[in-house]
């Protein structure tokens, strides 16, 4: 019998951490999914789109604040913000009063691009996720803030505005 066809262990059906990866990667899954979607609707991929709106939402913005919003690593922003840049997305722009300092703003073709775009989460997810109580969605959140920062913790990058688990020793 091959791994393939083998049941699955009884003892793996109950085991908590089994059962947080199956829920990840079901996940990873359906953010792939809706980022393909994204990207063939747009032409953007989901890092250009999290970049716009960091930059729609906090206006005429430096670079760090973009990468604490968008909880994303400067370099990393700086390359999206190259990519939006060339295609005419977003200007970027040296401080008045200090030159060392880069802003970057919207072009209208970023406006525009994302008010024809769709939403990061799908309308299904969003009308579900409404649905719930509050304190649930409450809940969810904060369990996803935990789950992020031990990631982050273990991957050895800091995590932008997610606080540490509580500590369950003492």
């Given at each position: 019998?091959?791994?393939?066809?083998?049941?699955?262990r009884?003892?793996r059906?109950?085991?908590?951490?089994?059962?947080?990866?199956?829920s990840?990667?079901?996940?990873?899954?359906?953010?792939?999914?809706r980022?393909?979607?994204?990207?063939?609707l747009?032409?953007?991929t989901l890092?250009?789109?999290?970049?716009?709106?960091?930059?729609?939402?906090l206006?005429?913005?430096?670079?760090?604040?973009?990468?604490?919003?968008?909880?994303?690593?400067?370099?990393?922003?700086?390359?999206v913000?190259?990519?939006?840049?060339?295609?005419?997305?977003?200007?970027r722009y040296?401080s008045?009063?200090?030159?060392?300092?880069?802003?970057?703003?919207?072009?209208e073709?970023?406006?525009?691009?994302?008010?024809?775009s769709?939403?990061?989460?799908?309308?299904g997810?969003?009308?579900?996720?409404a649905?719930?109580?509050?304190?649930?969605?409450?809940?969810?959140a904060?369990?996803?803030d935990?789950?992020?920062?031990?990631?982050?913790?273990?991957?050895g990058?800091?995590a932008?505005g997610?606080?540490?688990?509580?500590?369950?020793?003492?």
């Amino acid at each position: 019998m091959d791994a393939a066809s083998a049941p699955e262990r009884p003892e793996r059906l109950n085991d908590p951490t089994a059962s947080l990866v199956r829920s990840m990667r079901k996940v990873a899954q359906a953010i792939d999914v809706r980022s393909r979607e994204i990207a063939r609707l747009t032409g953007l991929t989901l890092p250009q789109m999290i970049v716009l709106q960091a930059v729609e939402t906090l206006g005429e913005v430096t670079t760090q604040a973009i990468s604490r919003d968008a909880s994303m690593s400067p370099p990393t922003v700086v390359a999206v913000l190259d990519r939006l840049e060339a295609r005419g997305m977003v200007v970027r722009y040296r401080s008045t009063l200090d030159r060392r300092v880069v802003h970057a703003r919207l072009t209208e073709a970023g406006r525009d691009a994302l008010a024809g775009s769709p939403g990061l989460l799908g309308p299904g997810f969003i009308a579900a996720f409404a649905a719930m109580p509050l304190e649930t969605r409450a809940e969810v959140a904060g369990s996803l803030d935990v789950l992020a920062g031990l990631m982050a913790r273990e991957a050895g990058a800091p995590a932008a505005g997610v606080s540490p688990p509580p500590d369950s020793t003492g």
